[in-house]
């Protein structure tokens, strides 16, 4: 049995969008699965990216909004949905609503999301970068 404090739940914020990693390489021995609960604010976006050997489940808890996919679909995402991305599939989200979007994204095998978080999701640097784990190939690298 692995039990993860509250103390040991990190926190990592960039442009309106909160990923508390609940089970992840930092504080997990876990070698299946990374448990993430994300919080995107009204108007904010998790950029499209890609996790190249990992699959990812979003559990849609609070809000709506578009997720953004390959070929430029977007795709309403509300409440209650449950949508899985296999490995390399393109995906982001927009927060098109008035209050938080809100989901738990269980990833396997895990990825330590930190990364991710320190690069600059704004669009206007030198260092711009699509948001997911280290090694997550950017959007044009795969039609």
């Known amino acids: 049995m692995e039990r993860i404090p509250a103390a040991q739940i990190r926190e990592f914020s960039n442009s309106g969008v909160t990923s508390r990693q609940l089970l992840f390489p930092e504080n997990s021995s876990s070698t299946r699965l990374t448990i993430t609960r994300v919080t995107i604010k009204p108007g904010a976006r998790n950029p499209p990216h ?41 995906h982001g989200f927009a927060n098109t609503g008035t209050t938080d979007f809100e989901y738990l994204a269980v990833t396997s095998p895990p ?33």
């Open 111 to 143: 990825v330590n999301f930190r990364a991710a978080y320190e690069r600059n999701w704004s669009g206007k640097g030198p260092h711009d970068a699509q948001p997911g784990a280290a090694g997550d190939a950017p959007q044009a690298a795969r039609p």
């Open 50 to 90: 890609r996790h190249p050997v990992s699959e990812q489940v979003w559990i849609a808890l609070r809000g709506h909004g578009n997720l953004h996919l390959d070929a430029g679909r977007i795709e309403s995402l509300v409440a209650g949905d449950v949508v899985r991305f296999e490995d390399g599939d393109l």
